[in-house]
């Protein structure tokens, strides 16, 4: 393959594009009753689209940190150059704003909101303390209110929305953590940065531990099911807690990494607990 082309592939990260298009899916899912549209298509288009867009912009804006921890990455490798990958985040953000137009007036100020966010988040929010993660995490919550306004109905998608917040958050700051090293180096001010590694992972310990207690509350109040329950507690919650344990153990660059890594695949469990949890599982019930 082309190395050109296979920087373009890899900048987009189609592993998100696809997260982000499941995530839309199961924002709609949750409405009541559901109907596939070509809205609800559009809406996922959309979102991976500026997903994507997200995720070129903000290697541009991180190609020096990346030189030092990811080498390989398409902008530090030579793959592609920054003036390449700034034209093409500004593609992909239109192309995703573009199709927003086609759902709703909603759905289009959502799209150029979290557009807007995500190009600040790259140039400045993520070496800040804090902030940079809570607007990640805010974003990728977003992405399920988005689904559920194609789909006509958002509320049933604000219980996914906050479980992905949370989940997003803990996350962050353990990258925060496993890149601290090449963040201090071009003084960034990330919580780790800050207030060093203890506090940092105290921090994302109490958020994922505020996490599996939320992952209860839809069980708890008969909104999901036992089968979701069963998911949530075995495929998320047993996982977090061993991820934590092994962040106390041994917080070295090569065990954050296989934590962010678990946690990620992890997300696709979480989505379908959820599932589980809505028509699927009182079928199954």
């Known amino acids: 393959m082309n190395s050109k082309i296979a920087g373009y592939l890899l900048i987009v990260r189609p592993v998100n594009m696809l997260l982000a298009c499941l995530s839309v899916y199961l924002g709609a899912w949750t409405a009541q009753p559901f ?5 609800i298509a559009l809406a996922c288009a959309s979102a991976a689209f500026i997903l994507a867009a997200g995720n070129v912009i903000n290697d541009y804006f991180d190609v020096e940190i990346d030189r ?103 996350r962050e ?56 329950i069963i998911v949530v507690s075995v495929g998320v919650d047993f996982v977090i807690l061993c991820s934590l344990f092994f962040l106390w153990r041994n917080p070295s660059s090569n065990t954050l990494k296989r934590i962010s890594t678990v946690l990620k695949i992890d997300m696709i469990v979480g989505l379908a607990a959820v599932v589980l949890g809505t028509r699927i599982g009182s079928v199954l019930e």
């Open 35 to 39: 109907t596939f549209s070509i809205k």
């Open 68 to 170: 030092l921890n990811k080498p390989n990455r398409p902008l530090p490798s030579g793959k592609l150059t920054r003036k390449s990958a700034l034209w093409f985040a500004i593609i992909l953000f239109t192309f995703g704003v573009f199709l927003s137009i086609f759902i709703s007036r909603i759905s289009f100020w959502l799209a150029t909101l979290v557009s807007v966010g995500l190009f600040f988040y790259g140039y400045r929010l993520k070496r800040t303390v804090l902030w940079g993660n809570f607007s990640v995490s805010l974003f990728s919550a977003l992405v399920f209110v988005y689904g559920g306004l194609a789909a006509g109905s958002w509320t049933g998608s604000v219980i996914p929305a906050g479980f992905a917040f949370f989940f997003h958050l803990g």
């Open 173 to 228: 700051i353990i990258k925060d953590i496993e890149d601290m090293e090449a963040d201090n180096a071009r003084a960034a001010r990330t919580l780790p940065v800050v207030f060093g590694t203890f506090k940092a992972s105290l921090a994302a310990t109490i958020v994922f531990c505020l996490l599996i207690v939320l992952t209860i509350v839809p069980y708890m109040t008969g909104i999901y099911g036992k089968i979701y």
